[in-house]
Each structure stands twice: as C-alpha cells, then as structure tokens.
C-alpha cells in the first residue's frame, strides 16, 4: 500500500501527522499549565482553620465552612427534587406517551433548555421564585432553579439509557402476564441505574460548578446554618464565594484555595460517574 | 381441518394490517389440544405475526389493526373486558432469540409467578423446581439457581425460558422459531422437550425448518404471503400436499 503513494501525499500525510501531534501536545501543556497554576497558588491557602471555620470580621480571618456547607446543601436539595422528576418523565416520555409528535417536541425543548446560558436560568428563577414566588434570595430558590437547569439532563441521560433496555425483555415480561408498570419497575428501570446515576453524578458536576444562576437566587451570605434552616437563608456555594472573594475583596490566595477544591472535587466526580458506568457495564455482562 | 370439540384455540376470518400493510389475510385454522402445530412458510409471510396475535402480543405495537375473531377456550380473546394478563398467562410464549432477564436463574422462573400474586418463599421453590424439571434443565442449574441467567449458555437460556413459561401453569405454549439460534444439540433437546411437554400442553412452534416440523409436529400450517394456504396432517401434508404452492415450497423450489 504505501509504496503506491507519491511523495507529495507522504509529505502531506507526515505534515499532518505532526501538526495533530502539535495541537495535542498544545491542548495537554494548556491543561497541566492550568492545573498546575491554580493547585499552585491555591492549596498553600488551605489549612485546617481555612476549612473549618466561618469567616470573622472581628478577628480578619476568612473561612470557608459555611460555603463548603452551602455547597452540599445546593447539591442535597437539587438532586432529591431533579432525581424523581426527571426519571419520570423520561418514563413517561418513551415508556407511555403515545403522541410521538408531541414528544418528539418536548425532547426538542430539552435539548434546547440545555444549550442556554446558565445567566438566564438565574435571571429568570429570580423573577419567578424569589419575586413571583416570593421566596426572597436562598438557596431553595437557587436549588429550584438549578432543578429546572439540569431536568433536561437528567431526562436525557435517562431517556438514552432507557433506550439501551432490550426489547425482548420488555416482550418476555409482558409475556408472561405483567402489567406495563411492572415491567417497567422490574426490568426496564434496573436495566438504566447507570444511566440514572450518570446522570445524576453529571448534575451534582454542573451544580457545584454553577455561579452565574446562583449569585442571582441563592445570594452572598457566609453563614453557618443546619440543613433546613441553610435553604431557607441566603448563601454563597464555594463557586459563588469564589466570585466574591476575587472579584470584590481581592483575596485571590482565597480564590485559588477554593479553585483548588472545586477542581479536585470535580476530578473525584469524574472518576467516580466513570467507575459507576464500568462497574454497571461489567455486571450486566456476567 | 373441520372444527372439533377438542380444539382449544380457534380462528375465524382473522387479518391483520400493520398500518396498511396488510400481513394476515383471512386465516381461518382450528388447532388441537395437547397437539403440536408447526407453522412453515417463507420469512415475511406472517407466521410470527400469527403466532404473536394467539396471545395478543399485537397490543405492544402501535398502528396495529385486526378483524375477524380468535377463540380460546370458545371465548373471543378480543371481547372487551378479557384480562389480557391472565390470557397470556394461559398462553405462553417462547422467542425465536433466547431473552432470559438480567436477574438470577430463580427469579427468571419466580418472575411469571410472583407476577400474578404468589409469594411464598417454599410454594415458589415448589414451582421453579418443578418448572426446571419440566424444562430438563433442572440438572445443569440446581447448583447455582442464585447465579446470574445471563452465564448460561444459548441452549441452556432457551430451556429456561420454556421454564419461565411453564412455571405459570399455562395451558398453551407459543414457540417462534425456537432453534434457530442454537446449535443442534441443542436443537435436539428442546424437540425433544416439545414432543414430551404436549403430554400436558398444547404447542404452536413456528420453524423454518422443514425436517423439524416433520419430526415433532401432529399438524402443519402453510403460510404464503400472509396467507393460510394448506392445513393439515403433518405426515398427508409432506407426502401429498393438495396446493401446488405447497408442493413447490416442501420440495425446495422456493422459500
Ligand atoms: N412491527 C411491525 N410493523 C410493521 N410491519 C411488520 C411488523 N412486524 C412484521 N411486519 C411485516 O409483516 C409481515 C409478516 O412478518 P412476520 O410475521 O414477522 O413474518 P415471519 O415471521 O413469517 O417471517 C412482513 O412483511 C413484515 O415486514
Ligand atoms: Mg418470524
């Protein structure tokens, strides 16, 4: 074969060759640049008190605890709200409803909403639920918000998932008598938890690195506060603080601290959303 | 063949469109109990659509529609208000590609009959023994029910899902080309497995095999195009079919 090619197309091959290899190794030395950088200047700044405590005025010491805690709130409330309804609709969506028309719309739609900047979310969950709703700025209003930011997601990865169920095994419960529901609740949705907690797992990503939607419905506050007590307060997840800190107190060595978490949290999401997939791949092939 | 008393299912002027394609034309076939039915035909020419009409399998798809009538048992399987559920429970039904779920080789036997309410743990054991046995499989898995259906091989995942259809007493078995995904060992099991089970049950298997339906069948149906073209006796109808079509087919020329 090779020796078929003339010697301007082996010279165009090999440029090319060497030009991916370039924009490659360019692409890798950006991303370890970046990392590196932010690691860097960041995880001197961590300490323990760095961690653990609340910032005080009084002393001039800066603390992240309340937004570490914000931050997992956010998560906590959006995913148990976001789970449940955008498994069912995907149920819904491929397993019952009949008009494809209308479901091939509301797919559309979904995939839509997903492409829309993060600052219209915020923008309108601040007019719909902190104004309309007169939830004021908290983190329920910013935890319905980021439900409605990541049911398309949700959906999809579900509704993907769903569709990776083998027909024949819908056929062998139907028959043997089962009613829609059940097959759907013994064979269908077992068959997509991967799917589900990918989807999930990909969420909580997108949540913990949300800003924009927040610092317009969850607020600026650095206060320690339980659970229920949180989401009805206003509060700064850790991207949020990350904002406020760097943009309006100028301390980038806090920043960096918290880019450095935020980064390392992502990586362990990652990893994990990917062991979830392997693991679920592995067993479904005994 | 004349309609008998002893027929339990019987079919009068059924068609059926998909859409407007129209894939049963007029069949019009009465089948015996305790009887194996072999259906041959040419692929495309409705036998798994006829077969998958006998327990209303139809009802999954969309834009299906059907005239004519199917008895079971004398009553009309398409009267308003026949539980579905219980039907195909009567009626049970074997795929042409081994589909055992995901789950253990006990809870692929227990699925039809926790399905329909029965929940002892000792009365399900009773049943997903018994049914293994019925399938002759009962050897080759007793010691490792707990395991996953899916580590069985594909002659050994086609007997347990004859298992999972005997284990909710039905009183009819549906096979759509049950071998065509096995080798022949296998192959042989599972006739011989259909020539011990209609002791108790009644079989329709669907084959595109001709020497099969000529082993183990009583009575073979000819499809062609959607339509019943002969009926008979399985050993009158290979040595002397009366439609030329028939003839043509059994003797190669076509199909
Ligand atoms: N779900 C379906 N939708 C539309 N047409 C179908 C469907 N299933 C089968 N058909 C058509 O009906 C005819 C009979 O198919 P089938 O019953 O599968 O034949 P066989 O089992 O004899 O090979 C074929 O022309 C096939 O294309
Ligand atoms: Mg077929």
Redesign the interface.
């Known amino acids: 074969m090779n020796k078929k090619l003339s010697p301007g197309r082996r010279a165009y091959t090999a440029g090319m060759k060497a030009l991916m290899y370039a924009s490659t190794a360019a692409i890798g030395a950006l991303v370890l640049l970046l990392i590196g950088y932010v690691l860097y200047r960041g995880i001197p700044n961590i300490t323990w008190k760095f961690l653990t405590m609340a910032p005080s005025i009084l002393n001039d010491t800066i603390g992240i605890w309340p937004d570490i805690l914000n931050s997992i709130y956010v998560v906590i409330a959006t995913i148990i709200i976001v789970l449940p309804l955008g498994v069912c609709a995907a149920v819904y969506l491929s397993e019952y409803a009949?008009n494809k028309r209308l479901v091939s719309i509301i797919e559309y739609a979904a995939e839509t909403l997903s492409g829309i900047p993060s600052i219209i979310y915020g923008l309108v969950g601040m007019l719909f639920f902190c104004e309309f709703l007169k939830m004021q700025t908290t983190l329920m209003a910013g935890a319905l918000t980021l439900v409605i930011m990541n049911l398309p997601t949700v959906m999809r990865t579900t509704q993907e998932s769903l569709k990776t169920v083998?027909q024949?095994?819908?056929?062998?419960?139907?028959?043997?008598?089962?009613?829609k529901w059940?097959v759907i609740r013994?064979?269908v949705l077992?068959?997509c938890v991967d799917g589900v907690i990918t989807g999930c797992i990909l969420s909580v990503g997108r949540i913990l690195g949300e800003s924009a939607a927040l610092l317009f419905t969850a607020g600026i506050a650095h206060v320690v506060n339980g659970f229920f007590m949180g989401l009805k307060s206003s509060g700064a997840t850790l991207t949020v603080a990350l904002y406020i800190y760097a943009k309006e107190r100028g301390e980038f060595g806090v920043a960096f601290a918290i880019a450095a978490i935020l980064m390392l949290l992502t990586l362990i999401i990652n990893l994990s959303a990917e062991a979830v997939a392997r693991s679920f791949k592995n067993k479904?092939?005994? | 063949m004349e309609a008998n008393e002893k027929s339990i299912l019987s079919v009068k002027e059924l068609c059926l469109w998909y859409g407007n394609h129209q894939a049963l034309k007029n069949i019009n076939i009465d089948i015996p109990k305790n009887s194996i039915t072999a259906l041959i035909g040419p692929s495309g020419c409705g036998k798994s659509t006829f077969l998958k009409t006998l327990d209303r399998m139809n009802d999954l798809i969309p834009d299906v529609k059907i005239t004519g009538s199917v008895e079971y048992k004398g009553e009309d399987i398409f009267a308003p208000g026949v539980d579905v559920s219980e039907l195909r429970r009567q009626i049970g039904m074997v795929f042409q590609k081994p589909n055992p779920f995901p789950m253990s080789i006990y809870d692929n036997i227990a699925y039809g009959p926790r399905t329909h309410g029965i929940r002892n743990r000792a009365k399900l054991d009773d049943i997903v023994e018994k049914s293994l046995r019925g399938a002759a499989i009962w050897d080759e898995v007793k010691d490792r029910l707990r395991k996953n259906a899916l580590g069985l091989s594909g002659g050994q995942q086609q007997r347990l899902c004859i298992a999972r259809a005997l284990a909710v007493e039905p009183d009819v078995l549906l096979m759509d080309e049950p071998t065509s995904a096995l080798d022949p060992i296998s192959t042989s099991k599972i006739e011989e497995l259909a020539m011990q089970l209609k002791e108790q049950y009644t079989i329709v298997i669907v084959t595109h095999n001709m020497q099969q339906a000529v082993r183990i069948s009583d009575n073979t149906a000819f499809f062609l195009l959607g339509e019943l073209v002969e009926y008979g006796k399985t050993e009158e109808m290979f040595s002397q079919p009366t439609d030329k079509r028939t003839e043509d087919y059994i003797t190669g020329r076509f199909g």
Do not use: K, M
């Open positions: 009949s083998p024949s095994y819908r056929e062998g419960a139907f028959g043997l008598g089962a009613g059940r013994t064979v077992p068959g479904r092939r005994i």
